[in-house]
Every structure is written in C-alpha cells, then in structure tokens.
Antibody
Framework: QVQFVQSGAEMEKPGASVKVSCKASGYIFTGYAIHWVRQAPGQRLEWMGWIDAGDGRTKYAQKFQGRVTMTRDTSATTAYLELSSLTSEDTAVYYC???????????????WGQGTRVAVSS | DIVMTQSPDSLAVSLGERATINCKSSQSLFYSSNNKTYLAWYQQKPGQPPKLLIYWASTRESGVPDRFSGSGSGTDFALTISSLQADDLAVYYCQQYFITPHTFGQGTKLEIK
C-alpha cells in the first residue's frame, strides 16, 4: 500500500535551516509529484510547492521563493524539503503529500505523510 | 490567489442526522475545456494528516463511505454527511487545485451534539 514516512520532529533557532525527509513506498515513486503542505498552530493548511519525482522539476509558492528547496532521491524513493532563514512563523507541522494523478503534477492529494513538527524558538 | 471560505467554522450535529459544510471560492473552479471542477474535500482527525474524501467536487475517493457526498459548481460547494457517525468527528477542509498556489479553506470543526 502507498505509504509515506517522514523524519522526526525538529527544533531550530531563528535564522537556521531545516531539512525534512519523506520516504515513499508502495508505488512507482517517479510516476507522481510530491507536494509539501504545512499547518501552523491554529492556522489553515498552507501549500508550499511541488516536486516532480520523475524529472525533478519544482514549483514553489511565491511566499517561500528564495528560501525553500525541494529535492528528491529516486534511488531512495525519498523527497526532501529544506527551508532556510527560519522564523517563529515557520513553526508548524510539515506534511508531504502525493499528487492524486500519475503524470499530473498539480491537483488533489491522495496520500499524506504523518507530518513532521518543526519548532523555531530562540 | 484564490481565497477559499468555509461556513460555518464549527457545527454540532446529532448522531444519525445530516451535516452540511459549505465552501465558497473567490473565483470559479470550473474548467470548461475538460468539464471538470477543481475542488477537493479532506477530513482531518486530531493528531492525523488530512485524508482525501472527495475530488472533482463530487467524486468520492475509494474506500470513503457513501454517506459522504460533494456537490456544487462554479464558486459554491458543499460537503454533506447524510447520517452522522461518531467516527466523523473531525475538521473538514476544502481545497482548490485550479491554479497554484493551491489553497485551502479555514476548516470546519464538526462536533457531535
């Protein structure tokens, strides 16, 4: 079955960077895009961008341009999210999620990781 | 960006009764070239990631009970639970995937009366 396992909780200081991993299994990794969505305490879900696991193309939300990097390792069937210049406003649970249609990078999300809690505090 | 607004923010319904959650988008989510509406609904239980319930506004995801249904067109949508079960206690979100950034509603908390 399709499954995503994300890396563990992180605690970072303001100005630092964080890298979250998302290990996929149960499907052909390169056939789908992976999206990243975050949820700050008490806030709505916020889309951050996607990476095409096949060719590595990316698209980021304008809000995160310049400080977000999404990568993937096809041999490890793992996607990564790196966010730099962290502030307290980046405190959130970060989810990876699979695009619901093979070969179509954008759309709804049919499988999600369990989430990675990132706390930013001095 | 497309703004998604849900109503109400919270809803208390008795077991076995119908629950309806509304979602309004700031622009149409209908794409005439393929006759599809780019709206999804998710259920999120405490401590869990969201779970896809409905996509294309009214297509139920595999394994989702048929008491869940989606309706609407253009800019106005609804998620209906025909007969509320205790397991349906959750926060429900609508999401547009018509354009990026994909945006979500603020969520509707469904409680058991």
């Amino acid at each position: 079955q399709v499954q995503f396992v994300q890396s563990g909780a992180e605690m970072e200081k303001p100005g630092a960077s964080v890298k979250v991993s998302c290990k996929a299994s149960g499907y052909i990794f390169t056939g789908y895009a992976i999206h990243w969505v975050r949820q700050a305490p008490g806030q709505r879900l916020e889309w951050m961008g996607w990476i095409d696991a096949g060719d590595g193309r990316t698209k980021y939300a304008q809000k995160f341009q310049g400080r977000v990097t999404m990568t993937r390792d096809t041999s490890a069937t793992t996607a990564y999210l790196e966010l730099s210049s962290l502030t307290s406003e980046d405190t959130a649970v970060y989810y990876c999620a699979r695009a619901g249609r093979t070969g179509v990078v954008e759309g709804f999300f049919d499988h999600w990781g369990q989430g990675t809690r990132v706390a930013v505090s001095s | 960006d497309i703004v998604m607004t849900q109503s109400p923010d919270s809803l208390a319904v008795s077991l076995g009764e119908r629950a309806t959650i509304n979602c309004k988008s700031s622009q149409s989510l209908f794409y005439s070239s393929n006759n599809k509406t780019y709206l999804a609904w998710y259920q999120q239980k405490p401590g869990q990631p969201p779970k896809l319930l409905i996509y294309w506004a009214s297509t139920r995801e595999s394994g989702v009970p048929d008491r869940f249904s989606g309706s609407g067109s253009g800019t106005d949508f609804a998620l209906t639970i025909s007969s509320l079960q205790a397991d349906d206690l959750a926060v429900y979100y609508c999401q547009q995937y018509f354009i990026t950034p994909h945006t979500f509603g603020q969520g509707t908390k469904l409680e058991i009366k």
